[in-house]
C-alpha cells in the first residue's frame, strides 16, 4: 500500500494508522514496545520537536505483531482442551 506521506509527526501518524498517539508513544522500543527507534519512528533534534513515524513500516509492524499474538492465543487454546 502506497501512503500520500511516508513519515507523519504523530497526531497525523495516529490518524493514518488508526491509533491513538499514545499508543504509538507506548509501542516504541525506548517504552517497552515493538516498534525501533530509526527505523519505525524518530525522534527530533530538541526535545519539543515531534516524532515521526514511518507509516508503511509502522503498519507491517502491527499487523506482524497481531498475527504473532493471535497465534499464540491458537495454541494456547488447543493446549487447554
Given amino acids: 500500500m502506497k501512503y500520500e ?9 495516529a490518524l493514518a494508522l488508526g491509533r491513538s498517539a ?3 508513544k507506548r509501542k516504541r ?3 517497552g514496545g515493538f516498534l525501533e527507534h530509526g527505523y519505525h519512528y524518530c525522534l527530533g533534534d530538541t526535545p519539543n520537536s515531534p516524532i515521526t513515524w514511518h507509516i508503511e513500516r509502522c503498519v507491517q509492524a502491527f ?3 497481531g ?3 493471535r497465534k499464540e492465543l491458537s495454541v494456547g487454546k488447543k493446549n487447554v482442551k
Fill in 5 to 13: 506521506y511516508e513519515w507523519l509527526p504523530t497526531t497525523r501518524a
Fill in 29 to 31: 522500543d525506548s517504552q
Fill in 63 to 65: 499487523n506482524k505483531r
Fill in 22 to 24: 499514545d499508543t504509538l
Fill in 67 to 69: 498475527i504473532a499474538v
